[in-house]
């Protein structure tokens, strides 16, 4: 068994943070440059690892003249009509949904776990939530002490990044959240899978991230970060989430994820049932054909599965708040652990910074494919953007 992780971004000078609402400021130092990359599989863990994308296709992307229009104030409605019973009358209604103009308060929590000490060391995590923090702060007016830090070189055990305190500090960056406000969480560490049992996962598995203090207290599914994050949000209610970790495309159980065309994508089940009838067509050429049977059995009921599963997501995870999750790859896909520099660093997050850095008047389909255009000359993983509502893709992307 093996899972798999990521690591963080080039380290810079002292900067310091603060929590707010009872967490006490943290200062940083100067992060050491690390020796060497960090990869491999290390050993233990939750989850198998699936088949990974080989190669990654170098795309021609023409966006429009000029900057993106900005979201729209107003509340949005979409798809059919259904009907409320009330005592006396029925209701008419659509769902609806309110796009932040994250003019309100900003709060971010940044994660970054190293694991020093463990054989599961990493080189980069603390650095790269840092590089984070920095760039909210320098660029897009998040107050020091509205930022919340947790990484595994602090003496505060409040700010080690345990399971208790990761989801102690998810709820702290929910808290009183009100329309138009902007929250931003950011995690560096290692991510996995593990057997799906809500069957609201297309692909049967699980989205995983894993605190310090994994072994002992286990780790935290999309699920429970879906449940705290996303669902406590009024309308109009920005969260901004970057997972940079391997198996991380639907981290935050988000039910619409975008092509780099703006589309809504749909469930790959031809794919998979593909992987099925490759399987049972070896089965029956050795003579399986019991096996064969099986397995063709197996892929029907897949694809059911599967796309069952995509209406339990979508009837259960859409959100009136406006939740956006940018992730490093898709569910069956690692992450890159690279060096820029001469430093180490996640691919996920350095492209991110290094995008809205270079043009911060992007839209989200404009920015989702100039991440995958930089990654993509050196790294297979496919960057995916999710929401918890359908999004005008070519809106201006704002944090």
């Not at 104030?73 to 798809?79: A, D, L, Y």
């Not at 929590?109 to 320098?138: H, K, V």
């Not at 070189?153 to 960056?173: F, Y």
């Not at 469930?267 to 029956?284: F, H, M, R, T, V």
Request: charged fraction near 20%; aromatic fraction near 8%.
């Amino acid at each position: 068994m093996s899972w798999n992780y990521v690591g963080g971004a080039p380290g810079h000078g002292e900067y310091s943070s603060g929590g707010g609402s009872g967490y006490p400021g943290q200062a940083y130092h100067n992060q050491h440059q690390p020796q060497y990359s960090y990869g491999g599989h290390p050993s233990g863990g939750y989850n198998q690892s699936r088949d990974n994308d080989s190669h990654i296709a170098q795309q021609t992307y023409n966006p429009p003249s000029g900057p993106p229009p900005m979201p729209p104030g107003q509340m949005q409605f979409f798809g059919p009509h259904f009907q409320i019973q009330h005592e006396d009358r029925e209701e008419v209604r659509q769902h609806g949904f309110q796009y932040s103009q994250c003019n309100g308060k900003k709060k971010a929590l940044c994660i970054g776990i190293n694991y020093t000490g463990t054989e599961n060391q990493l080189n980069g995590c603390i650095n790269d939530a840092l590089n984070m923090q920095r760039f909210l702060c320098e660029g897009y007016g998040y107050r020091v002490e509205d930022t919340l830090m947790l990484t595994d070189d602090t003496r505060d055990a409040r700010k080690l990044p345990t399971r208790e305190n990761i989801l102690q500090a998810m709820r702290w960056l929910v808290t009183d959240a009100q329309p138009n406000d902007s929250l931003f969480f950011h995690y560096s560490g290692h991510g996995g899978e593990t057997r799906d049992t809500s069957g609201d996962e297309a692909d049967g598995y699980d989205e995983t991230i894993y605190p310090l203090d994994f072994k002992e207290s286990g780790i935290i599914i999309d699920d429970d970060m879906h449940t705290i994050l996303v669902q406590s949000l009024p309308a109009g209610c920005r969260l901004t989430a970057i997972f940079d970790c391997c198996h991380s495309g639907s981290a935050l159980d988000l039910p619409y994820m975008y092509t780099t065309e703006g589309k809504i994508k749909e469930p790959n089940l031809l794919a998979e049932a593909g992987k099925d009838i490759l399987s049972s067509g070896i089965k029956y050429a050795r003579g399986d054909v019991g096996g064969a049977i099986v397995g063709l059995i197996g892929m029907a009921r897949g694809a059911i599965t599967g796309r069952k599963a995509d209406e339990v997501t979508k009837r259960t995870r859409t959100s009136p708040a406006d939740a956006i999750s940018w992730s490093g790859c898709k569910d069956t896909q690692t992450s890159a652990d690279t060096t820029e520099a001469g430093l180490a660093t996640g691919a996920m997050s350095w492209a991110f910074i290094h995008c809205l850095r270079q043009n911060p008047q992007q839209s989200y389909n404009q920015l989702l494919n100039n991440i995958r255009h930089l990654l993509g000359a050196k790294y297979s993983q496919k960057p995916q953007l999710s929401s918890s509502h359908p999004i005008d893709t070519d809106l201006m992307f704002i944090i």
